[in-house]
């Protein structure tokens, strides 16, 4: 698994496009929104430290799909059905998956919350940066299995149409671009049940003072577990004839 | 036919006590349905510690499946598959079983030496990979990605990726299928040191002179079914006939097919071949029916010839 883990992120450092929209896009994209709409005010927590949060969930949403769904063109390799002829079980590829998506997630989210300190003057505890970073990197975790749901659950040819618009809805009705109270409301309570929506909420809450919630745990836990087990069924099932 | 379902059934009995003495492979009525398709319909084979065995038949005829249920990847739907008496993943956990097989591949950004890496990564006790390199003969193109490699370095590096765990069986899907007449030549010259170890291979191939020249035993498949089993002499042996090749204008397959003794046509244009058990028999009748034929010559059969009458469909 570990031989896995460091051939997968050394092919990654090979693609500078793949480190750059991963890595330095979302931290980028949050300098220039904050600079049009950073004066606007949020309720409890200001513009700025608002976006920054919404972005950082941005990102770590963005980068944990991104690793996941390069199981496609690895499908369409070959790689799945070469690696099921060693002793490797299904799991561990799963978590090798996983392990990468928090190496890409780490970087774009420490980039924002530094541009956030540095740029923008952010001011938050010291401990209130680590339980943002720390919500926000763990929170990642269901997002990088899901990417890797849709590249083995969706033909080659459409994983990136599908990546694209589960992302969309998970930004949208997680409520990363508008919050969620003024969205309608079944899609506030819709908010609920997603993984995107907790990851920022929890970040929110850690920033002002707050403390993590527990629904929103077990809301995440439950997306990662059963898109896990989902995923490893399928790389096994993946294995045999298509 | 009777003399092969004979020893097919021999081979059933031996196969309960030799199983238990470790056989390398033992596949038991094994059959899988896709569908409409029977990719295998009842497959037995047995082989022993130190066999290499060719696996010969037409496209579809269930060589593929066989090996995919033998390495694990598919289940069967009906029958026992034993390597090593273990279950195919047991063995392959322990590192007993390399394979190389035609849908498996790599990533294209990989290069030879870190395909092999990774893979030996895999394995408890795997060969070092540079050895693995040395014997597959792309040592010294290893650094090459593997999507900049041509047909022949990506089958080596396959070669070199099922070769890493130090397998007691290897199992090779075509091995040779996109190299030049050199690289199958130093492909076998490098299977050749590996068995000497005493070591059991299973491979596929279509090419026939491959079976004759490195194969211990040929195992010829037909429509899901083992249809003749041993040496490549008893298999051409099988097929005591002779093959008819003649002119004849107007001629048509399926009277000359009728003929006594005929076994099968191939027709292209007016000129005829046809595959004889009895060629006398044939012959005979071939001139009296159709005295417009010309340029007669009737030869014994060739393994190719062996090949094509048994896999075809009226044997």
């Excluded at chain 2, 084979?45 to 696996?55: D, M, T």
Aim: aromatic content about 8%.
């Amino acid at each position: 698994m570990g031989a896995l883990i460091v051939t997968e992120l050394k092919l990654l450092s090979r693609s500078i496009e793949f480190l750059v929209i991963a890595i330095l896009f979302p931290a980028v994209f949050f300098l220039i929104m904050s600079e049009v709409f950073g004066n606007l005010s949020a309720g409890s927590l200001d513009m700025v430290t608002y976006m920054m949060i919404s972005m950082v969930a941005f990102g770590a949403i963005s980068g944990a799909i991104s690793v996941g769904q390069r199981v496609a063109p690895e499908r369409q390799a070959g790689w799945n059905r070469q690696l099921r002829l060693t002793p490797l079980p299904g799991w561990s590829y799963v978590a090798s998956k996983v392990v990468v998506s928090l190496v890409i997630v780490l970087p774009a989210v420490v980039l924002i919350l530094a541009a956030g300190f540095l740029i923008k003057g952010v001011e938050l505890s010291l401990t209130q940066w680590g339980l943002v970073l720390l919500a926000a990197w763990l929170g990642s975790l269901p997002f990088g299995v899901l990417g890797l749901l849709i590249g083995l659950a969706v033909k080659p040819d459409a994983v990136g149409a599908v990546y694209v618009a589960a992302f969309l809805m998970l930004a949208l009705f997680g409520g990363l671009w508008v919050p969620v109270e003024i969205l309608p409301g079944f899609m506030g309570a819709f908010a609920h049940a997603l993984p995107s929506f907790w990851l920022a909420e929890q970040a929110r809450n850690l920033a002002t003072g707050g403390g993590l919630d527990l629904l929103g745990v077990l809301v995440s836990a439950a997306w990662f577990f059963i898109a896990g087990a989902l995923v490893v069924m399928l790389y096994k099932r993946d294995a045999a004839r298509v | 036919m009777v003399e092969a379902s004979s020893r097919r059934k021999a081979d059933n009995e031996i196969m309960l006590t030799d199983a238990e003495a470790g056989a390398a492979v033992s596949l038991r009525g094994l059959h899988k349905t896709f569908g409409p398709v029977h990719a295998a319909d009842g497959v037995d084979l047995l082989i022993a510690p130190g066999e290499v065995v060719a696996l010969l038949g037409p496209n579809g005829a269930g060589k593929t499946t066989t090996m995919e249920m033998l390495l694990g990847l598919t289940t069967p739907d009906q029958g026992e598959v034993r390597l090593f008496g273990r279950t195919p993943a047991k063995a392959t956990a322990e590192g007993l079983v390399g394979a190389m097989l035609q849908s498996g591949g790599f990533l294209n950004e990989m290069t030879g030496r870190e395909i092999v890496q990774v893979m030996a990564a895999q394995y408890p006790k795997p060969l070092r990979v540079q050895d693995a390199l040395d014997r597959a003969g792309i040592a010294e193109h290893a650094r090459l990605r593997y999507g900049g490699m041509s047909g022949g370095q990506k089958q080596r590096v396959r070669f070199a990726a099922a070769l890493v765990c130090d397998p007691d069986l290897l199992v090779l899907d075509e091995p040779t299928v996109a190299m030049d007449v050199q690289g199958r030549h130093d492909f076998w010259d490098a299977m050749r040191a590996y068995t000497a170890g005493g070591k059991t291979v299973l491979f596929a191939t279509h090419y026939l002179a491959e079976a004759q020249d490195f194969a211990d035993r040929v195992v010829l498949m037909r429509t899901g079914k083992v249809i003749a089993d041993g040496s490549v002499a008893e298999v051409t042996s099988r097929v005591d006939g002779r093959t008819i090749s003649a002119a004849i204008p107007g001629a048509d397959a399926v009277q000359l097919g009728a003929l006594p003794g005929v076994d099968l046509v191939e027709q292209r244009d007016e000129l005829v071949t046809l595959h004889c058990m009895d060629s006398d028999a044939a012959l005979r009748a071939l001139l009296t029916e159709f005295p417009q034929a010309k340029d007669i010559s009737v030869t014994a059969m060739s393994l190719e010839d062996a090949f094509v009458a048994l896999t075809s469909e009226k044997v």
